[in-house]
């Protein structure tokens, strides 16, 4: 059924997020601002997801804006784009405003959160959205719908403004939208909607960003096209035992993995796409989890394969990572941070 961006088809359903209330940031910042700090796409960054925690119950993105040790947010996820219904609707409600009449939805708008991630940002941080997750259905079935949803995120999270009733955050807007495909998903189109929102990312400042995150295993199960619309690529290296953290493929994979995105003629250029090593900052019992410091070991091994293009560490899930922590009490973030900016 192909999209139409007038009638917004879309279910937004981005679960598990959470807010603090505006009334709860503090008037004066105790970690650095804006002023002494400004994202460079071009160094070693550390990326977390802000999703579903396993290790708290009450996940806080504020506590994430604040930590020095981190440089972009993936708050996650957009699940369905074609929904059943004419409007879209929410999956964390629990933090917005409800409409008061089921028909009402376009009034749905979530001013808490819209406040921490213009907090975030003022930080000096970036703040994407992730589209898909383990439960996802993002399917396009043409080319026309890819441009479609271009649109509609554009305009519901974007800077567009053709649906301005549609915008839970308001004016705020979001820093670029983050390909989180897993096991099944039908990723066709998908080169076409990054490389429509590239294109909408040109006209409007300040820059955005597109990231990707593949599953180690698969580097084909995103579009080359899609790739080549990346700035950041970090390759999931867990929940996969073939090539996770700790197994005798890891290596195998990262070398492949920077080999194939080396290759990438790149629509953004030769500094991309940077190559981030996708790792878990809590053990969920599953494959690829290591202890911080072993972690941080892991990654300097993987620093020498990808070589120039290193972009950093990608990590699910970051308020999982402030709980887990070292045997001198440091936390998953602040010792994979510190790892970063060391020279190997």
């Given at each position: 059924?192909?999209?139409?961006?007038?009638r917004?088809?879309?279910?937004?359903?981005?679960?598990?997020?959470?807010?603090?209330?505006p009334?709860?940031?503090?008037?004066?910042l105790?970690?650095?601002?804006?002023?002494?700090?400004?994202?460079?796409?071009?160094?070693?960054?550390?990326?977390?997801?802000?999703?579903?925690?396993?290790?708290?119950?009450?996940?806080?993105?504020?506590?994430?804006?604040?930590?020095?040790?981190?440089?972009?947010?993936?708050?996650?996820?957009?699940?369905?784009?074609?929904?059943?219904?004419?409007?879209?609707?929410?999956?964390?409600?629990r933090?917005?405003?409800t409409?008061?009449?089921?028909?009402?939805?376009?009034?749905?708008?979530?001013?808490?959160?819209?406040?921490?991630?213009?907090?975030?940002?003022?930080?000096?941080?970036?703040?994407?959205?992730?589209?898909?997750?383990?439960?996802?259905?993002?399917?396009?079935?043409?080319?026309?719908d890819a441009?479609?949803?271009?649109?509609?995120?554009?305009?519901v999270?974007?800077?567009?403004t053709?649906?301005?009733?549609?915008?839970?955050?308001?004016n705020?807007?979001?820093?670029?939208?983050?390909?989180?495909?897993?096991?099944?998903?039908?990723?066709?189109?998908?080169?076409?909607?990054?490389?429509?929102?590239?294109?909408?990312?040109?006209?409007?400042?300040?820059?955005?960003?597109?990231?990707?995150?593949?599953l180690?295993?698969?580097?084909?199960?995103?579009?080359?096209?899609?790739?080549?619309?990346?700035n950041?690529?970090?390759?999931?290296?867990?929940?996969?035992k073939?090539?996770?953290?700790?197994?005798?493929?890891?290596?195998?994979?990262?070398?492949?993995?920077?080999?194939?995105?080396?290759?990438?003629?790149?629509?953004?250029?030769?500094?991309?796409p940077?190559?981030y090593?996708?790792?878990?900052?809590?053990?969920?019992?599953?494959s690829?989890?290591?202890?911080?410091?072993?972690?941080?070991?892991?990654?300097?091994?993987?620093?020498?394969?990808?070589?120039?293009?290193?972009?950093?560490?990608?990590?699910?899930?970051g308020t999982?990572?402030?709980?887990?922590?070292?045997?001198?009490?440091?936390?998953?973030?602040?010792?994979t941070?510190?790892?970063?900016?060391?020279?190997?």
């Amino acid at each position: 059924m192909p999209l139409n961006t007038l009638r917004l088809l879309c279910v937004l359903a981005v679960t598990s997020w959470a807010s603090a209330s505006p009334a709860a940031l503090p008037l004066q910042l105790t970690y650095r601002d804006s002023g002494d700090y400004h994202f460079n796409p071009t160094s070693r960054n550390l990326a977390v997801y802000y999703g579903k925690a396993q290790n708290t119950d009450s996940p806080s993105l504020y506590d994430l804006c604040t930590n020095s040790n981190v440089d972009m947010i993936v708050m996650g996820f957009v699940r369905q784009l074609n929904g059943p219904t004419a409007l879209p609707s929410f999956g964390f409600t629990r933090y917005c405003k409800t409409p008061a009449t089921v028909t009402d939805k376009t009034r749905v708008s979530c001013p808490d959160m819209a406040a921490n991630i213009t907090f975030c940002q003022n930080m000096g941080k970036k703040v994407l959205i992730s589209l898909g997750g383990s439960v996802s259905n993002l399917t396009l079935d043409s080319v026309s719908d890819a441009h479609e949803a271009a649109s509609i995120l554009w305009n519901v999270f974007g800077a567009g403004t053709n649906s301005t009733a549609l915008r839970p955050f308001g004016n705020v807007t979001i820093d670029g939208f983050d390909f989180d495909f897993e096991s099944g998903a039908d990723t066709t189109y998908m080169d076409t909607l990054a490389s429509s929102l590239q294109s909408y990312f040109r006209s409007s400042s300040p820059e955005r960003y597109i990231s990707a995150a593949p599953l180690c295993a698969n580097n084909t199960v995103l579009p080359y096209g899609l790739y080549a619309n990346a700035n950041f690529v970090w390759p999931r290296f867990y929940n996969a035992k073939a090539c996770c953290f700790g197994s005798k493929g890891f290596n195998k994979s990262v070398s492949t993995w920077y080999n194939y995105l080396n290759s990438i003629d790149s629509d953004l250029g030769p500094t991309y796409p940077r190559v981030y090593l996708g790792g878990l900052s809590f053990n969920n019992s599953n494959s690829g989890f290591m202890e911080p410091d072993a972690f941080v070991n892991a990654t300097f091994i993987g620093r020498t394969l990808v070589q120039s293009k290193f972009g950093g560490v990608s990590l699910w899930e970051g308020t999982d990572g402030l709980v887990t922590k070292n045997a001198q009490g440091r936390d998953f973030l602040n010792v994979t941070k510190a790892g970063l900016l060391r020279d190997i």
